[in-house]
């Protein structure tokens, strides 16, 4: 793994020796087994989301009607949450897995596990030879799967650590121009290795060259539960969002497509909305996950406290976040009323959402979808309560992959093509009770122009909640394709969804980067950080530990300061529907 190296001994013998204790791999079996290990277990949600704008400090005054002067002394939940909503280095309880140094640790640790399948995997070819005797015919279509799923890992946790660390890409010319990430193919042997971090051109040239590579050679036919593992359905997907980032749309459609495996895509949606036998919160999440849901491509398991936040902490999905998201107006619902019984405030929300939302402490500290970011505790001594804090992310699914395409094809300039997709996300979120059906309705071509068309029109009574956002992805990343006046309102209405589907997973932060969003956080009482397109913190600073081995740091013009103070309340609240 790429990290710094601490001295633990004065023993020159001891420091002397190389670092290379691995195990010699010699068979197929333990080649599959190392790489249920080459996945993350880290959670980048916690780093996306606090920085991103579906999160708000509670500390902060509220410009929102009817609180208007309400101030709450909430205490964090790690101190490293205040570094990163601030877009701060971050240097405090950097042991955490969902700190930038959990995730990028976690991320080379997965890619460690690939480089060392890969690295035997070569070894077999040169030979023919596996435990002295030649491949056979079974065994060479084993390993070629094999090889696939390690390229595939390879090259994600890459493209995650460079969504992270970096800016965002801004094709060949400018992307040259700004640093990568150290692309690691090899396992360490050696003592105190160097990296270069390369440009980020380079990195993405690397992650295409493996994605290419690996995505024929996987398949489904050796694993128990392939959504634990990359799977066709899944690597396509993938390869859409790659593509995306780079602005490359048929790809990014003939990919999107080929991950739906031929089969409809509104009879994949998950099904989680029109379930009415949750009885506890956390079966809620456990249904949402499950490998069971058509929907879901793939799943990863991590070790998080990310939920943990929403429990009447100061950094939560409230106010403008959460009615920008998961309790707030949309194009086919805003007509669906709610009153919150203790501000009396009115709002618009998606009735599919009524039942799966949970808070703590009350409302007004902040609200979750349950569905995607609940924690399941595995406890080690339930005696003594202790254990681990786990978080299964549906990392590729359905929905999120529909509205990859759509976004392609408005780009492409097929309107028709983007709506449909649209409109499937949208018919699967409609709620099931036949008394919502009037209010929420389905999704039309008018619906989208007149909701995202006229929201930044100062006379509109509703204040948006900033769910419209000027787009600047001409600028980030100069392409043939522009946003015209066309397909502006869809596209709004592309990222609108996108923001609600994938909330509380820290995608947001990448749409922010490669949209060229302007967002700006309020912290404590008087404090306003803005963060303007292309700015230098785009990329979140790499671990101080990773810097000190001799890494180079990213680019930074200014450092916010941090002058919040804060302490623990909670209060407590319901919403109810309102009938007229």
């Given at each position: 793994m790429i990290v710094a190296l601490i001295g633990l001994s004065s023993c020159k013998d001891f420091l002397d020796k190389v670092p290379d204790t691995r195990v010699y791999l010699v068979n197929l079996d333990q080649l599959q087994q190392l790489l249920v290990t080459g996945y993350m277990d880290s959670n980048y949600a916690l780093v996306g989301e606090l920085s991103s704008d579906n999160v708000i400090d509670n500390n902060s005054p509220s410009?929102?009607?009817?609180?208007?002067?309400?101030?709450?002394h909430?205490?964090?939940y790690s101190q490293a949450d205040e570094q990163v909503f601030a877009w701060d280095d971050v240097d405090l309880d950097i042991s955490s897995s969902?700190?930038?140094?959990?995730?990028?640790?976690?991320?080379?640790?997965?890619?460690?596990a690939a480089n060392a399948v890969l690295e035997r995997i070569a070894e077999f070819e040169e030979t023919g030879m596996i435990e002295g005797e030649e491949i056979t015919t079974s065994q060479r279509e084993r390993m070629n799967a094999i090889k696939g799923e390690a390229l595939m890992i390879r090259a994600y946790h890459h493209f995650i650590l460079a969504e992270i660390f970096c800016m965002p890409y801004r094709g060949e010319q400018l992307s040259a121009q700004y640093p990568g990430i150290p692309y690691a193919t090899d396992p360490e042997t050696t003592l105190d290795p160097k990296y270069d971090r390369g440009t980020l051109l380079e990195t993405y040239q690397k992650i295409e060259k493996d994605l290419l590579e690996?995505?024929?050679?996987?398949?489904?036919?050796?694993?128990?539960?392939?959504?634990?593992?990359?799977?066709?359905?899944?690597?396509?997907?993938?390869?859409?969002?790659?593509?995306?980032?780079?602005?490359?749309?048929?790809?990014?459609?003939?990919?999107?497509?080929?991950?739906?495996?031929?089969?409809?895509?509104?009879g994949m949606l998950n099904d989680g909305w029109w379930q009415e036998d949750f009885y506890y919160?956390?079966?809620?999440?456990?249904?949402?996950?499950?490998?069971?849901r058509p929907g879901n491509f793939q799943l990863f398991t991590n070790y998080s406290t990310w939920w943990r936040r929403f429990l009447g902490y100061r950094f939560t999905c409230n106010r403008?976040?959460?009615?920008?998201?998961?309790?707030?107006?949309?194009?086919?619902?805003?007509?669906?009323?709610?009153q919150?019984?203790?501000?009396?405030?009115?709002?618009?929300?998606?009735?599919?959402?009524?039942?799966?939302?949970?808070?703590?402490?009350?409302?007004?500290?902040?609200?979750?979808?349950?569905?995607?970011c609940f924690e399941q505790f595995e406890y080690t001594d339930k005696i003594s309560g202790i254990g681990y804090c786990h978080e299964i992310r549906p990392e590729f699914t359905v929905e999120e992959t529909l509205l990859v395409r759509a976004e392609a094809n408005l780009f492409l300039g097929n309107i028709d093509a983007a709506f449909e997709d649209l409109y499937i996300w949208n018919e699967g979120h409609m709620s099931p009770n036949e008394s919502d059906r009037y209010n929420h309705v389905s999704l039309t071509k008018d619906q989208i122009i007149s909701f995202y068309g006229c929201y930044d029109d100062p006379a509109r009574k509703d204040p948006g909640y900033g769910i419209v956002m000027k787009f600047n992805i001409d600028e980030v990343c100069p392409s043939e394709y522009k946003v015209t006046d066309a397909i502006e309102p869809y596209l709004q209405c592309v990222q609108h969804f996108r923001r609600i589907q994938l909330v509380h997973m820290g995608n947001r932060w990448f749409d922010i980067k490669r949209f060229g969003f302007t967002i700006q956080h309020a912290m404590g009482i008087s404090d306003v950080y803005t963060?303007?397109?292309?700015?230098?913190?785009?990329?979140?600073?790499?671990?101080?530990?990773?810097?000190?081995?001799?890494?180079?740091?990213?680019?930074?013009?200014?450092?916010?300061?941090?002058?919040?103070e804060s302490s623990y309340v909670v209060a407590s609240n319901e919403n109810v529907r309102v009938t007229d």
């Amino acid at each position: 793994m790429i990290v710094a190296l601490i001295g633990l001994s004065s023993c020159k013998d001891f420091l002397d020796k190389v670092p290379d204790t691995r195990v010699y791999l010699v068979n197929l079996d333990q080649l599959q087994q190392l790489l249920v290990t080459g996945y993350m277990d880290s959670n980048y949600a916690l780093v996306g989301e606090l920085s991103s704008d579906n999160v708000i400090d509670n500390n902060s005054p509220s410009k929102m009607k009817g609180s208007e002067g309400v101030r709450y002394h909430l205490s964090f939940y790690s101190q490293a949450d205040e570094q990163v909503f601030a877009w701060d280095d971050v240097d405090l309880d950097i042991s955490s897995s969902d700190t930038p140094s959990g995730v990028w640790n976690s991320c080379y640790g997965a890619i460690a596990a690939a480089n060392a399948v890969l690295e035997r995997i070569a070894e077999f070819e040169e030979t023919g030879m596996i435990e002295g005797e030649e491949i056979t015919t079974s065994q060479r279509e084993r390993m070629n799967a094999i090889k696939g799923e390690a390229l595939m890992i390879r090259a994600y946790h890459h493209f995650i650590l460079a969504e992270i660390f970096c800016m965002p890409y801004r094709g060949e010319q400018l992307s040259a121009q700004y640093p990568g990430i150290p692309y690691a193919t090899d396992p360490e042997t050696t003592l105190d290795p160097k990296y270069d971090r390369g440009t980020l051109l380079e990195t993405y040239q690397k992650i295409e060259k493996d994605l290419l590579e690996g995505l024929p050679l996987i398949t489904e036919d050796f694993y128990q539960v392939p959504k634990y593992h990359f799977n066709i359905a899944s690597s396509n997907a993938f390869a859409a969002r790659f593509y995306l980032m780079k602005r490359e749309y048929q790809k990014v459609v003939d990919y999107a497509t080929k991950a739906f495996k031929g089969n409809d895509p509104s009879g994949m949606l998950n099904d989680g909305w029109w379930q009415e036998d949750f009885y506890y919160i956390s079966d809620i999440g456990r249904y949402f996950t499950s490998i069971e849901r058509p929907g879901n491509f793939q799943l990863f398991t991590n070790y998080s406290t990310w939920w943990r936040r929403f429990l009447g902490y100061r950094f939560t999905c409230n106010r403008e976040a959460k009615r920008a998201t998961i309790q707030g107006p949309g194009p086919s619902w805003s007509r669906c009323q709610y009153q919150n019984t203790k501000t009396k405030e009115k709002f618009a929300m998606m009735p599919c959402f009524n039942g799966v939302c949970g808070s703590a402490g009350g409302q007004e500290y902040g609200a979750y979808f349950a569905g995607n970011c609940f924690e399941q505790f595995e406890y080690t001594d339930k005696i003594s309560g202790i254990g681990y804090c786990h978080e299964i992310r549906p990392e590729f699914t359905v929905e999120e992959t529909l509205l990859v395409r759509a976004e392609a094809n408005l780009f492409l300039g097929n309107i028709d093509a983007a709506f449909e997709d649209l409109y499937i996300w949208n018919e699967g979120h409609m709620s099931p009770n036949e008394s919502d059906r009037y209010n929420h309705v389905s999704l039309t071509k008018d619906q989208i122009i007149s909701f995202y068309g006229c929201y930044d029109d100062p006379a509109r009574k509703d204040p948006g909640y900033g769910i419209v956002m000027k787009f600047n992805i001409d600028e980030v990343c100069p392409s043939e394709y522009k946003v015209t006046d066309a397909i502006e309102p869809y596209l709004q209405c592309v990222q609108h969804f996108r923001r609600i589907q994938l909330v509380h997973m820290g995608n947001r932060w990448f749409d922010i980067k490669r949209f060229g969003f302007t967002i700006q956080h309020a912290m404590g009482i008087s404090d306003v950080y803005t963060l303007e397109k292309l700015d230098p913190r785009y990329a979140i600073q790499i671990p101080n530990e990773v810097i000190g081995a001799g890494l180079e740091a990213n680019y930074r013009a200014n450092k916010p300061t941090n002058t919040a103070e804060s302490s623990y309340v909670v209060a407590s609240n319901e919403n109810v529907r309102v009938t007229d």
